[in-house]
């Protein structure tokens, strides 16, 4: 009877995590592309390799700070997604009208870095529903902008030795073309209209440091309530790291966030050394390096 139960219980688990793989595998054949699975939260990248964006002379990689992405994660009756689109100023528009007549809330619109050309901007949305029809809803509003879809194009990623910067920071990345990147969990659970959203799904603090010969540059954005903003702002200011934007992704969160962004430039010791003064200021989870 042990035996019976245990295979009962293996077959079980088999199905539901087969089930789930092919519940994935039907959006990744919507957007003809992998995405990554992260608990139960699937993930889907664009990146705007067709954009040649620079700030002063230092030319940003995708990894950098150009790349849109789409979460998925499923409640109990239903598929929530959230995300984050990267666009130029005259996709704005027309993507706006494509998401408001499907169905898709945007929860925010802004920059997040400074002094770039060509000028792009942010927008995050949100929205619930069956997983397939939010998937071609978002794939109509992505073919209104230059973003490349399909399988995406092969990379090197080339043996830069990160290992310095992610034991100043504490934690491991991934290496994506000249780019190291990290994502930082609060220790808080947070949660949009009561349903918890995890880390992945835009929750972690995110930093990205990108190569550019013996220097590097950063960028990304803190998660923060209200009473660690101007800690934060503080301590990235007096290590030079420039603050470029505050402001909101969500509508309806709990506890209350605020996403800092942030730009650098200089020795990548000595931006790993003031993002870590910044990240000491925040209830982020600590000593989890792998």
């Known amino acids: 009877m042990k035996k019976f139960f245990t ?18 595998a039907e959006i990744e054949k919507v957007f003809d592309r992998k995405g990554t699975v992260q608990g139960e939260v699937f993930k889907i990248a664009f990146p ?24 998925f994660k ?14 130029l100023d005259r996709e704005i ?42 998937a071609e809803k978002m794939k109509a509003a992505l073919a209104l902008t230059g973003t490349p879809m399909g399988p995406p194009s092969a990379s090197s990623t ?19 073309g000249n780019v190291l990147q990290l994502g930082i969990p609060r220790a808080e659970k947070i ?21 550019v010969d013996e220097k590097a540059a950063t960028t990304g954005d803190f998660v923060l309530l209200a009473n ?30 605020f996403f800092l962004h942030f730009w650098g430039f200089d020795t990548p010791e000595k931006l790993a050394a003031g993002l870590k003064a910044a990240l000491d200021k925040t209830n982020s989870v600590r000593n989890s390096k792998n």
């Open 48 to 71: 705007r390799g067709d954009l040649q964006v620079k700030v002063g002379e230092v030319s940003i990689e995708p990894a950098l700070a150009l790349t849109s992405w789409i979460a």
């Open 191 to 211: 949660s949009e209209n009561g349903m918890e959203v995890p880390p992945f799904m835009g929750m972690a603090t995110a930093i990205n440091i990108q190569k």
């Open 158 to 176: 080339p043996n830069i030795d990160w290992s310095k910067i992610e034991a100043t920071l504490g934690w491991n990345g991934q290496r994506k």
């Open 93 to 134: 528009a027309p993507v706006t009208a494509k998401l408001v007549a499907s169905g898709i809330e945007i929860t925010a619109l802004h920059n997040h870095i400074v002094n770039e050309s060509p000028s792009v901007m942010y927008m995050h949305f949100g929205a619930h529903g069956d997983p397939k029809m939010l």
């Open 7 to 24: 295979l009962f219980i293996c077959l079980l688990s088999s199905t539901t995590a087969t089930s789930q793989v092919s519940d994935w």
């Open 228 to 257: 660690e903003v101007n800690p934060v702002v503080k301590a990235l200011t007096e290590n030079g790291v420039a603050v470029t934007a505050l402001h909101n992704h969500m509508l309806f969160e709990s506890p209350r966030l």
């Open 74 to 87: 499923k409640t109990e009756s239903h598929t929530m997604i959230m995300g984050d689109l990267v666009l």
